[in-house]
């Protein structure tokens, strides 16, 4: 079993970025599929990207971000990250990081995580 915690969250400008960290405890992140989802207030819960075993250094993508959006792991660290560019008003929502057993997914189905952290609320407004 893994535990993931988020951070990195705020309160920031449209066009500012961000990073988003994830530190997992318990097992080896290398050895997972991580994924990253976010939820907005009404609306539904959409993948972000993710990063599975082997997609070193980089990761798969939705397309709620159109690639704004990129994920990557630091096995040295036990945490994958987020970097948010050219953030919007639309992106403001709880960012989740969340892993999956099968190291060799390239799920964007948030049923298919078995493990999610609490999620950190990045905001952002004028």
């Known amino acids: 079993q893994v535990q993931l915690v988020e951070s990195g969250g705020g309160s920031v400008q449209p066009g500012d970025s961000l990073r988003l960290s994830c530190a997992a405890t318990g097992r080896a992140v290398r050895t997972y599929t991580l994924g990253w989802f976010r939820q907005a207030p009404g609306k539904e819960r959409e993948f972000v990207g993710g990063v599975n075993t082997w997609v070193r250094g980089s990761g798969y993508f939705g397309d709620a971000v159109k690639s704004r959006f990129v994920p990557f792991r630091d096995n040295d660290k036990n945490a994958i990250y987020l970097e948010l560019f050219d953030l919007k008003p639309d992106d403001t929502a709880v960012y989740y990081c969340?892993?999956?057993?099968?190291?060799?997914?390239?799920?964007?189905?948030?049923?298919?995580?078995?493990?999610w952290g609490q999620g950190t609320q990045v905001t952002v407004s004028s």
């Open positions: 969340a892993a999956d057993d099968n190291g060799n997914s390239q799920s964007r189905n948030a049923d298919d995580f078995e493990y």
